[in-house]
């Protein structure tokens, strides 16, 4: 039993002295009467809050295992998560899914899966796997999934393409809830997609936006990630007369170690909604009860008989700074430190062995030209902080039938080498805006097939850092004279098997070398991840070509004026 606390009650939005009945993990009862126990928890001077909930989050963009990023949050109040996992899935398919609900049984954290809804994302890139009616069906039948995934081809379900609307039939015929992505979608278009059965989005950007879909009928996800920060635009929604607050959840969609170890999860998204004006309860709201009814979480959401004991005991509202986390009734966390026990979990051959890809040699990144001194080439541009990027045309030299790179006009080399099928598929192009004045950088984490992507200004340094990212089967490299950092991201490319802090450490020595070879952007690996997108405009390079996105075509990377 606890007694003595402060009890927030999130259904009536009231704050009033209450002692919580506890067995086998369950609430039993609320009241202010005193009950029988065999163990009591004095709370007085604390805050009884509902376990937080982080409504969209796609795990593996924290770079760390899913039992790991349990140990990381639940110290910072995060009692649950809903997950869509189509990083591993593009990776690695339903059996990579499978891998990680294995593990979510495992740990304190409960994890809810919404399945993925764009495996592959498109046709243009090669993917490692493909998610379809078949496979939709048989997860539907986990108990850990609670709907479809954010539906990103918006397009496809605006002008009704049938393997899309079945995806989404499907899963309403099975009472499951069926996530959106549609950013700037307004008017018929967006009365076309909510009416095909989609309920939610989280990539609103102004509060004129939210509040369109809201009153149209969608659940609202506020997004503070690590990429993309929405609060500070969507919080001017609850200045408007009416009951936003009860449409509304909070979201991080990717939230990467560093920011977790300094900023904290879903505690810091609520400090940074109560320093921004708004009440404490409704912070507490959108990350409680509002996702739990919106995913029908049965057992989470609220301080109530019945429902799961995932309370947290918080000194102050406004600050929100958790002391102590109960999950299922068992004490998890204590003033910042995870005191509960997670056991190793072992990751198959099926989600670690995924790179498959020959050794590279310089000349693989060779772009050939005739007998020209010079052409005009196609070039990716990269914007600072965003993910479009433009198309800019820049005459470069030809040496020796080959397309140099000018790295004093910040024109780097990039490549794109396909991973999972063994088609020895390489995209080549040229980039601007990274500021590259020398050696190379690569990834195997790169949107959304994650194949291997790198940037150099010469090929050498390119084939050191595919390279060594085939021999780690994943990671982040950078490589200049045979020196060569690396991050290993063992399990599907995309995740590491380290702690959070050495991750975050790791990632820091990355971005200091990146940095020495004259990168001046801040997240240079994140903005190198999305340049393989092919559904985000303007121009990207896949394994199998330079791609237009506004033109929905690929195009030669040699211009003919």
Same mark, same amino acid.
């Given at each position: 039993?606890?007694?003595?606390g402060?009890?927030?009650?999130?259904?009536?939005?009231?704050?009033?002295?209450?002692?919580?009945?506890?067995?086998?993990?369950? !609430?039993t009862?609320? +009241?202010?009467?005193?009950?029988?126990?065999?163990?009591? $928890?004095?709370?007085?001077g604390?805050?009884?809050?509902?376990?937080?909930?982080?409504?969209?989050?796609?795990?593996?963009?924290?770079?760390?295992?899913?039992?790991?990023?349990?140990?990381?949050?639940?110290?910072?109040?995060t =009692?649950?998560?809903?997950?869509d996992?189509?990083?591993? =899935?593009?990776?690695?398919?339903?059996?990579?899914?499978k891998?990680?609900?294995e593990?979510?049984?495992?740990?304190?954290?409960?994890?809810?899966?919404?399945?993925?809804?764009?495996?592959?994302s498109?046709?243009?890139?090669?993917?490692?796997?493909?998610?379809?009616?078949?496979?939709i069906?048989? &997860?539907?039948?986990?108990?850990?999934?609670?709907? *479809?995934?954010?539906?990103?081809?918006?397009?496809?379900?605006?002008?009704?393409?049938?393997?899309?609307?079945?995806k !989404?039939? $499907?899963v309403?015929?099975m009472?499951?809830?069926?996530?959106?992505?549609?950013?700037?979608?307004?008017?018929e278009?967006?009365?076309?997609?909510?009416?095909?059965?989609?309920?939610s989005?989280?990539?609103?950007?102004t509060?004129?936006?939210?509040?369109?879909?809201?009153?149209?009928?969608?659940?609202?996800?506020?997004? @503070?990630?690590? =990429?993309?920060?929405?609060?500070?635009?969507?919080?001017?929604?609850?200045?408007?007369?009416?009951?936003?607050?009860?449409?509304c959840?909070?979201?991080t969609?990717?939230?990467h170690?560093?920011?977790?170890?300094?900023?904290?999860?879903?505690?810091?998204i609520?400090?940074?909604?109560? %320093?921004?004006?708004?009440?404490?309860?409704?912070?507490?709201?959108?990350?409680? !009860?509002?996702?739990?009814?919106?995913?029908?979480?049965?057992n989470?959401?609220?301080?109530?008989?019945?429902k799961?004991?995932?309370?947290?005991?918080?000194?102050?509202l406004?600050?929100?700074?958790?002391e102590? #986390? &109960?999950?299922? /009734?068992?004490?998890?966390?204590?003033?910042?430190?995870?005191?509960?026990?997670?056991? %190793?979990?072992?990751?198959?051959?099926? #989600?670690?062995?995924?790179?498959?890809?020959?050794? #590279?040699?310089?000349?693989?990144?060779?772009?050939?030209?005739?007998?020209?001194?010079?052409?005009?080439?196609?070039?990716?541009?990269?914007? /600072?902080?965003?993910?479009?990027?433009? @198309?800019?045309?820049?005459?470069?030299?030809?040496?020796?039938?080959k397309?140099?790179?000018d790295?004093?006009?910040?024109?780097?080399?990039?490549?794109?080498?396909?991973?999972?099928?063994?088609? +020895?598929?390489?995209?080549?192009?040229?980039?601007?805006?990274?500021?590259?004045?020398? +050696?190379?950088?690569a990834?195997?984490?790169?949107?959304?097939?994650?194949?291997?992507?790198?940037?150099?200004?010469?090929?050498?340094? &390119?084939?050191?850092?595919?390279?060594?990212?085939?021999?780690?089967r994943? /990671?982040?490299?950078?490589?200049?004279?045979?020196?060569?950092?690396?991050?290993?991201?063992?399990?599907?490319?995309?995740?590491?098997d380290?702690?959070a802090?050495? $991750?975050?450490?790791?990632?820091?020595?990355?971005?200091?070398?990146?940095?020495?070879?004259?990168?001046?952007?801040?997240?240079?690996? &994140?903005?190198?991840?999305? *340049?393989?997108?092919?559904?985000?405009?303007?121009?990207? *390079?896949?394994?199998?070509?330079?791609f237009?996105?506004?033109?929905?075509?690929? #195009?030669?990377?040699?211009?003919?004026?």
């Amino acid at each position: 039993m606890i007694e003595n606390g402060a009890l927030v009650n999130v259904c009536t939005s009231e704050i009033y002295g209450a002692n919580v009945g506890i067995k086998s993990g369950k !609430i039993t009862c609320v +009241g202010d009467k005193k009950m029988s126990a065999e163990e009591t $928890v004095n709370a007085r001077g604390y805050y009884l809050v509902p376990g937080l909930i982080d409504a969209h989050i796609h795990i593996e963009s924290s770079m760390i295992t899913l039992s790991e990023f349990a140990r990381t949050v639940i110290p910072h109040g995060t =009692a649950a998560i809903v997950t869509d996992p189509h990083e591993i =899935a593009n990776v690695a398919g339903i059996e990579g899914i499978k891998v990680l609900v294995e593990e979510s049984r495992k740990i304190p954290l409960k994890v809810y899966f919404t399945i993925p809804s764009c495996v592959p994302s498109t046709p243009f890139e090669t993917s490692g796997a493909e998610i379809g009616i078949k496979e939709i069906e048989e &997860m539907l039948s986990w108990k850990e999934v609670v709907g *479809l995934g954010e539906v990103m081809n918006f397009h496809g379900v605006i002008n009704s393409d049938p393997e899309v609307l079945e995806k !989404i039939r $499907v899963v309403k015929e099975m009472r499951g809830v069926v996530d959106g992505h549609c950013p700037g979608l307004s008017g018929e278009a967006l009365n076309a997609y909510i009416s095909a059965g989609v309920q939610s989005d989280h990539e609103s950007t102004t509060a004129g936006e939210g509040l369109e879909k809201i009153r149209s009928g969608m659940r609202l996800m506020i997004r @503070e990630g690590s =990429a993309a920060k929405n609060l500070g635009s969507l919080s001017g929604i609850f200045d408007f007369p009416g009951e936003y607050a009860g449409r509304c959840m909070l979201a991080t969609d990717d939230r990467h170690p560093g920011d977790l170890i300094s900023e904290g999860h879903m505690d810091g998204i609520i400090r940074k909604s109560v %320093s921004g004006g708004m009440d404490p309860v409704d912070a507490i709201k959108l990350a409680t !009860i509002n996702p739990a009814e919106y995913f029908h979480l049965e057992n989470s959401g609220y301080i109530a008989p019945g429902k799961d004991a995932d309370i947290l005991f918080v000194s102050d509202l406004e600050d929100f700074r958790v002391e102590k #986390v &109960m999950i299922k /009734g068992k004490i998890t966390a204590e003033k910042g430190r995870f005191i509960s026990k997670l056991l %190793s979990f072992p990751y198959p051959g099926s #989600v670690t062995n995924t790179v498959n890809l020959k050794r #590279v040699s310089p000349g693989s990144f060779n772009i050939l030209a005739g007998k020209e001194n010079k052409v005009d080439v196609r070039v990716i541009g990269v914007i /600072g902080g965003e993910i479009l990027t433009d @198309e800019r045309i820049e005459c470069l030299q030809v040496r020796d039938n080959k397309i140099l790179p000018d790295p004093g006009r910040d024109v780097a080399r990039i490549a794109v080498a396909e991973r999972h099928k063994g088609t +020895g598929n390489i995209g080549l192009g040229f980039v601007s805006g990274f500021g590259l004045k020398k +050696g190379a950088f690569a990834s195997s984490v790169a949107h959304d097939s994650h194949n291997i992507i790198v940037v150099g200004s010469n090929e050498n340094d &390119m084939c050191d850092a595919v390279n060594k990212i085939i021999e780690t089967r994943g /990671g982040m490299v950078v490589a200049h004279n045979r020196e060569i950092h690396c991050l290993k991201l063992p399990i599907a490319g995309l995740i590491s098997d380290m702690k959070a802090e050495e $991750v975050n450490e790791k990632l820091g020595v990355l971005h200091r070398e990146v940095k020495k070879l004259g990168v001046k952007m801040e997240s240079p690996f &994140m903005a190198l991840s999305f *340049l393989a997108l092919p559904v985000i405009p303007r121009l990207k *390079l896949t394994d199998k070509g330079l791609f237009d996105v506004e033109r929905f075509k690929f #195009v030669d990377l040699v211009v003919n004026l």
